[in-house]
T-cell receptor, first 115, second 114 residues
């Protein structure tokens, strides 16, 4: 089965706190891609990162960092020193290499950052 | 560079009416996707095209839904007749060639069927 689980439905933090959004995936493919998208209150979906299954290096982009661990089938997303503008719904997605071009989305985690 | 363009941004229609949603993908992108987002079902892939050809329409809910891509720069999603349960946000996304896999989403069309 191909599946993405985001167990955290909603997270609330106060500005400047660090927050980690969890993503656990299931796939039988040995080659696959993982993604994170952000959906702010305005509604559009913004691409954040893509990671392929051969690259387990963690990635940092400013206040954002991603931890990919194949051993636990997880691709977690951490925001350091959160800001109010980080408030959004964040989606993790999986694209198994041999399963056409379909993206399999998780149900999303709503992050609210309070001032 | 222009992103994915969708029109209209909002559509309110009465049950039974025909609805047409439009999408212009990013120039040069070969794949185009239609998604639907609702609170109950989250993000669902309805159909996708590669080089203007429909590849997988297994997500299309029923025969009332149809999608076309007459050329590389335009696609439509049509609902006829519309029903209240079709109310959702419909997203169009496009993706570059097969060597690159991010999908870039349009702003969405919020459809309300009364």
């Amino acid at each position: 089965a191909q599946k993405v689980t985001q167990a955290q439905t909603e997270i609330s933090v106060v500005e400047k706190e660090d927050v980690t959004l969890d993503c656990v995936y299931e796939t039988r493919d040995t080659t696959y891609y993982l993604f994170w998208y952000k959906q702010p209150p305005s509604g559009e979906l913004v691409f954040l990162i893509r990671r392929n299954s051969f690259d387990e290096q963690n990635e940092i982009s400013g206040r954002y960092s991603w931890n990919f661990q194949k051993s636990t089938s997880s691709f977690n997303f951490t925001i350091t020193a959160s800001q109010v503008v980080d408030s959004a719904v964040y989606f993790c997605a999986l694209r198994p290499f041999h399963n056409t071009d379909k993206l399999i989305f998780g149900t999303g985690t709503r992050l609210q950052v309070f001032p | 560079d222009a992103g994915v363009i969708q029109s209209p941004r909002h559509e309110v229609t009465e049950m039974g009416q025909e609805v047409t949603l439009r999408c212009k993908p990013i120039s040069g992108h070969n794949s185009l996707f239609w998604y639907r987002q609702t609170m109950m079902r989250g993000l669902e892939l309805l159909i996708y095209f590669n080089n203007n050809v429909p590849i997988d329409d297994s997500g299309m809910p029923e025969d009332r839904f149809s999608a076309k891509m007459p050329n590389a720069s335009f696609s439509t999603l049509k609902i006829q007749p519309s029903e209240p349960r079709d109310s959702a946000v419909y997203f169009c996304a496009s993706s570059p060639d097969w060597t690159d896999y991010e999908q870039y989403f349009g702003p969405g069309t919020r459809l309300t069927v009364t």
